[in-house]
Structures are given as C-alpha cells and as structure tokens.
C-alpha cells in the first residue's frame, strides 16, 4: 500500500489528505503530521468570555465555491452569510462608508468617489504613448500602478487598507498579478486605468448571492470534520525536522532533536509556510529552497474584546487606513457582521493590528494591546467605551505571506526545479493564493500530483 506523508495540518494539507483518499480511497495510508497541538493551523476558533471567537481567517470569499462544496462534503453545510450590513472606512479622523464598485479600492472613475479620495485625486494623466498599461507579462506593485495614475490619495486612503486587510501588507510591494490578476490582465491590453478597471470588472461578473461565508460551527470544526473525512489520526505536536530522498521515495525525520523518529513515505505533500518548507528542502534541493524562502510574511495580532451593553455602531466594522496614525488597521463588529456569533446583552468586536514591516506595535505585552487596541476603537467611534468583560489576544507571527511582484515566476521557477522529484508536492498559502479558497484548491492540486505519480509508479 503506498503511504503519503503530508506536513502541515492547516487547511491546504487537510485538503490534500480528503483529496487523497476520495481518490485512492484504502488503498493509500495516509499520515499528517503538524508541529502544533491541532489541526487547522490558520483556522482556529476560539472563545472568549462564553462568546465564541475566529481567531485566525474569519470570512471566506464564496467568488470561488470550493470552501461551500467542501463545507457540504463533510457535512457542515451549508455556510452562514454576514449581515448586510455596510462597513467603513477611516478618512481624516471621520469614519465613511467603504464606495462601492471598486476593484480593491480602485475605481473606474475617481471622480465618482464621495468622501474617500476625491478632493486628491487627480484626474488620470493621458497616456504619453499610446500603449498597454503594463507591458506583458511584467507584473508590478499595485501601488505603482495606481499611483502614476491616479496619484496617492486613492492608494493611501482606499487600495492600501482594501489590500491590507486581506493581506497585511502594503499596496506598494504586492504583485499587481497574484493580487488582482483580472485587472493585471487587462493592463496588458488597456492604455489606461479606468479603462483596465472597466475590463477587469466586465470580466469579473458579481457572484450570485452573498460574496461571503463562514461554517456555522467555526472554521476549527471544518478542520477536524475534514480530518475525519479523510479518515486520518494527525500525529500531533511532532515537528518534522528533515527531508531527504532515498531509492523508493522519502526519509522524514520527525520529533524533537533527542527524540528523532524517522518515517518513510513514497510521496510527500509539503504543506507549511514559506521559512519551514525552504529549510526542509535545503538539503536536497537548495535552489528550490531559496526561491521558496525568499517571501517574506506580515506578523499581526488579533485583539477581541467582549464589551457589556449594545455599544457598537449597526456596521459590520471599519477599515483604517496607514495615514491616519492608529495602531489599529481594522475593526469586525463580530455580533453584527456575524449574527450567528452574537450573544445577548454584549458587544463583540475584533481589532487587528500590525501591518507588513511594522513590527513595533506587536512588541507590546497582551495587557498593553488590549489597551491601545481598546483606546484606538474609542477614539475612531468618538466615545469611551465600557471596560471589557473579556479580551483575548491572538499573533500570528509571520502569518501572512507576502506576494511582491514576480512571486507567481519564482513559484513556477521552484515547482519546476523539483522535477526530478515528482513524488513531493508543495502546497499551501505560500504559492498559490492567501484566501482559503486558494488554499484548499492547493492542497487537491497536490494530491493529484501524488496520485498521477503513484499510478504511474504501480
Ligand atoms: C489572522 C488571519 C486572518 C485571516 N483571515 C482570512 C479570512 O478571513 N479569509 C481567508 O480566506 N483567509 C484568511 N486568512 C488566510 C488563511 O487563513 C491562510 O492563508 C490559510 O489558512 C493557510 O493555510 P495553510 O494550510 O496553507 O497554512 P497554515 O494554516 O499556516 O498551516 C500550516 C501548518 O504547518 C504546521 N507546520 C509548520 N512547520 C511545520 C513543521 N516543520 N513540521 C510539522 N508541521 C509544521 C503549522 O503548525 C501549521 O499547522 C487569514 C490568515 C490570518 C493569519
């Protein structure tokens, strides 16, 4: 019987072992290994003062419906949509509502913002010589882009904190081609910005029904039911230290360094971020090591504070730009974006903070973040709030990966110099897109590289 490893129970390593099964179903043994006490890595669901709390991705993008089919498949469907409900924006110490119609922040015409950007924005410039926005296949920063046309305003004030909160990261170093390749696609053929974000936007129909969704039970619950499905026991709390090739497949080393256990898989799914995967392939593939640890990761901290009473605005939370000098870079008003979290009688609220190169603020101790945090949230709504009844803090450091402008050739330059070793497949957040859409669809890619293999080799 063949036997995979997998390395790493986040989403993008558990999609690969249901993926595996469904596939080849008993006939392969399957064993899933994660450094940490539980699977999910990214997803975890936590509580805090009876209310319960995500406290890694929160809401997921339906554009894509494999996260809803995946959901139904192992029998936690269907998702639970957020309240529509409009979420602000932070301009100039005021709160307005986020405009509509954009591509991230970016209009077709920025005359047509109200009370975001428009007194700074400059009409976009004629181009000098007639001819695409971005020559092909170049890819840039957005913030590049953006800013030679319609000047900073709109970046600072509207693509940055859009982009930042997905990413964490700033408009300026993100690829326009991993970010938003609809529109990356236009500017290869559109000579100006309002004209690409019409095309892209043509080309990006509006999904039917709500863009977002979450499991009701939590995403940690999606983790462990994808777990059961694909009928595997993770080993837990086992670091996988070494990779190496051997004559039938792959040697692990797995455990802590005086308890070293080796484990022998003919294929091997790498599914851990961007630093662990490149250590583990240094040895026997030093190329593909560095391509793959040279993106960098934003550390940021979660913040959730359960305050007494009905004292949150009727919003879904607000965004806050660089430029506008608080520590925090976005509020959720959990209970009233997500009514299926709300508890009676309290005020839930998720404040992030820390944004890519600004690692300062997270130095802070959990009592001190919780009051800058808190601090912050009051002087954005304009009012003291009440003291929590409960707060929890949440890092992820290095918790979201950084795609700069050439990341999808760096990424095909690596998977092509692991050719010769066709039974390990890279996954996860790393490569092939952030959201855990992307992630999941990562993790099915990966089985079916392992299992074309695995055919061929039997
Ligand atoms: C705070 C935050 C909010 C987010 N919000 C959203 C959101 O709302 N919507 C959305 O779609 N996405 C969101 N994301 C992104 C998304 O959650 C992640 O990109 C995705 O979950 C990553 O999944 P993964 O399996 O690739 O990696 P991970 O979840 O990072 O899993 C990797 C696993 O590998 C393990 N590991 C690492 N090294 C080793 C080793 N040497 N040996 C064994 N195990 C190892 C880790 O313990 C971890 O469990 C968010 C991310 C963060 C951090």
Do not use: N
Not at 185 to 208: I, Y
């Amino acid at each position: 019987m063949a036997h995979v490893a997998i390395v790493g129970a986040g989403i993008s390593g558990l999609s690969a072992a249901l993926r595996l099964r469904r596939r080849l179903g008993a006939g392969v043994r399957i064993t899933l290994l994660d450094q940490s006490g539980r699977v999910g890595g990214k997803l975890a669901t936590g509580e805090v003062a009876g209310a319960r709390v995500e406290q890694g991705a929160e809401s997921i993008l339906l554009r894509d419906p494999v996260v809803a089919e995946l959901a139904a498949e192992v029998g936690l469907g269907p998702l639970v949509h957020p309240a529509p409900l409009a979420a602000g924006i932070v301009v100039g110490g005021r709160t307005v509502p986020v405009p509509r119609g954009t591509l991230m922040g970016i209009p077709a015409d920025p005359a047509a913002l109200d009370g975001t950007a428009p007194a700074y924005a400059l009409p976009e410039p004629a181009p000098v010589t007639p001819g695409p926005l971005v020559a092909p296949a170049a890819d840039i920063a957005v913030g590049a882009l953006v800013r030679s046309r319609y000047g900073d305003e709109i970046v600072d004030r509207l693509v940055d904190p859009l982009l930042g909160g997905v990413y964490a990261g700033r408009a300026d170093d993100l690829s326009l081609a991993v970010t938003l390749p609809a529109l990356y696609e236009a500017a290869q053929h559109e000579s100006t910005l309002s004209g690409a974000v019409r095309a892209a936007q043509r080309d990006t129909p509006a999904v039917g029904g709500p863009a977002f969704g979450v499991v009701a039970g939590g995403l940690s619950a999606l983790a462990e039911a994808v777990a059961a499905a694909a009928d595997v026991t993770p080993r837990l709390d086992l670091p996988v230290r070494e990779l190496a090739p051997t004559p039938d497949g792959w040697r692990l080393t797995v455990g802590s360094t005086r308890d070293p256990e080796p484990l022998d898989a003919d294929a091997v799914v790498l599914a851990v971020p961007a630093r662990p995967a490149a250590r583990l392939l240094t040895g026997f593939a030093p190329a593909v090591a560095a391509e793959v640890g040279v993106l960098d990761y934003a550390s940021i901290a979660l913040v959730t504070l359960v305050l007494p009473g009905d004292v949150l605005p009727e919003a879904s939370g607000f965004l806050v730009p660089a430029t506008e000098g608080y520590a925090i870079k976005a509020a959720t008003f959990v209970g009233r974006k997500w009514p299926h979290l709300a508890v009676p009688g309290r005020s839930l609220v998720r404040l992030s903070l820390g944004r890519y190169g600004e690692t300062r603020v997270l130095q802070r101790d959990d009592d001190e973040l919780v009051a800058l945090a808190r601090a912050d949230l009051s002087a954005v709504l304009g009012e003291r709030l009440p003291t929590p009844v409960g707060s929890t803090v949440r890092r992820w450091g290095g918790g979201l990966p950084q795609y700069g402008p050439g990341h999808l050739d760096r990424i095909a330059r690596a998977r092509a110099g692991l050719a010769e070793h066709p039974t390990l497949a890279l996954a996860g957040a790393a490569y092939d897109g952030v959201g855990v859409p992307a992630c999941v669809r990562s993790g099915y890619a990966a089985a079916d590289t392992i299992t074309g293999e695995l055919h061929d080799a039997h």
